[in-house]
T-cell receptor, first 114, second 113 residues
Framework: GAGVSQTPSNKVTEKGKYVELRCDPISGHTALYWYRQSLGQGPEFLIYFQGTGAADDSGLPNDRFFAVRPEGSVSTLKIQRTERGDSAVYLC????????????FGPGTRLTVT | QQQVKQSPQSLIVQKGGISIINCAYENTAFDYFPWYQQFPGKGPALLIAIRPDVSEKKEGRFTISFNKSAKQFSLHIMDSQPGDSATYFCAASIEGNTGKLIFGQGTTLQVKP
């Protein structure tokens, strides 16, 4: 079956611009996570959705970052007024339920802010 | 408290050898410890995972050893193959919480033919 998909695979934007990154989780997975992976580092948690609601957004670095999941499936991570420090690979993962533990990751979106 | 420390940062092993990667944690509330494998340009893929009620779990050539008292766990790759060359991440999470994973810094493994 189809895995987690993310679009675009690469995004180059200028400092100060707004970007949206999309995640399509595995069908039927209720839990969805966003992580950010900087070069040479492990992924860092950003936000967790259970269904439509953001149950834990403690990893969002500041209020320029926002994410939605309006219908409990596709999620969009939104970054306003991008900064060069936002450059990273943004990973999305889904799991059947929070307690199912096994998280399946997408290939990520590589964001470059120039 | 939330950190997971991983070592070594990089590892070179001959084909057929044993690769060993270690992780340590502080938060005793962690109760799920997965290992992920990541190839360049790909997302992490779950390799094997363990819960603290067992000291060892084996799946094929991959074994996790878990030492609850020392708050350490390790991944052993037996009969390492060139196709195992990748970056490996340990992680930890808490049941009853959100399931968010706290990752180690990663180990880049190169298996020489």
């Amino acid at each position: 079956g189809a895995g987690v998909s993310q679009t675009p695979s690469n995004k180059v934007t200028e400092k100060g611009k707004y970007v949206e990154l999309r995640c399509d989780p595995i069908s039927g997975h209720t839990a969805l996570y966003w992580y950010r992976q900087s070069l040479g580092q492990g992924p860092e948690f950003l936000i967790y959705f259970q269904g439509t609601g953001a149950a834990d957004d403690s990893g969002l670095p500041n209020d320029r970052f926002f994410a939605v999941r309006p219908e409990g499936s596709v999620s969009t991570l939104k970054i306003q007024r991008t900064e060069r420090g936002d450059s990273a690979v943004y990973l999305c993962a889904s799991s059947l339920t929070r307690s199912a533990y096994e998280q399946y990751f997408g290939p990520g979106t590589r964001l470059t802010v120039t | 408290q939330q950190q997971v420390k991983q070592s070594p940062q990089s590892l070179i092993v001959q084909k057929g050898g044993i690769s060993i990667i270690n992780c340590a944690y502080e938060n005793t509330a962690f109760d799920y410890f997965p290992w992920y494998q990541q190839f360049p340009g790909k997302g992490p893929a779950l390799l094997i995972a363990i819960r603290p009620d067992v000291s060892e779990k084996k799946e094929g050539r991959f074994t996790i050893s878990f030492n609850k008292s020392a708050k350490q766990f390790s991944l052993h790759i037996m009969d390492s193959q060139p196709g195992d060359s990748a970056t490996y991440f340990c992680a930890a999470s808490i049941e009853g919480n959100t399931g968010k994973l706290i990752f180690g810094q990663g180990t880049t493994l190169q298996v020489k033919p």
